[in-house]
């Protein structure tokens, strides 16, 4: 499922409800639908916010794939390109120590997912979000 949203921070809110929603009807529980719709939440915030310099001009495209083991959410904007290895590593106790606001986008996103992987193609940044469902009862597998 392909979803397109405008580059605006007033959107989030659909993007977690939709996010929860395919994640639930994925086949995951206890949580994990609240946990992927923060990642793809935070993935989506970042390109509006870095990517787009919070210009609320643009687009935001979210793709949306569950097929065998894993659930994919790509998240894809035209924006400029970030360099993930430039974001500091987070020292979580010094970053609460110091009451520190935002920064854990990327660390919140690769604590939740199986996988994180950025790329540019076609002058558009891709985000990958990999959640690898548990194999069930029916996979033969327990």
Do not use: W
Request: proline share 6%; aromatic share 4%.
């Amino acid at each position: 499922m392909l979803v397109t949203l405008p580059s605006q921070t007033t959107f989030l809110a659909l993007v977690r409800e939709i996010t929860h929603r395919m994640a639930e009807t994925a086949g995951f529980a206890d949580g994990t639908p609240d946990q992927l719709a923060l990642a793809v939440d935070e993935a989506t915030t970042n390109a509006i916010e870095h990517a787009y310099a919070g210009a609320p001009d643009r687009e935001v495209l979210l793709q949306f794939e569950d097929r065998g083991p894993d659930f994919k959410v790509e998240v894809i904007d035209t924006g400029a390109m970030v360099d993930p290895r430039s974001v500091p590593r987070v020292d979580l106790s010094r970053y609460v120590s110091e009451r520190r606001k935002g920064g854990l986008g990327v660390h919140l996103m690769e604590k939740i997912m199986d996988s994180v992987t950025f790329r540019r193609t076609a002058r558009r940044n891709v985000c990958l979000l990999v959640k690898h469902k548990e194999p069930g009862p029916e996979d033969g597998r327990s």
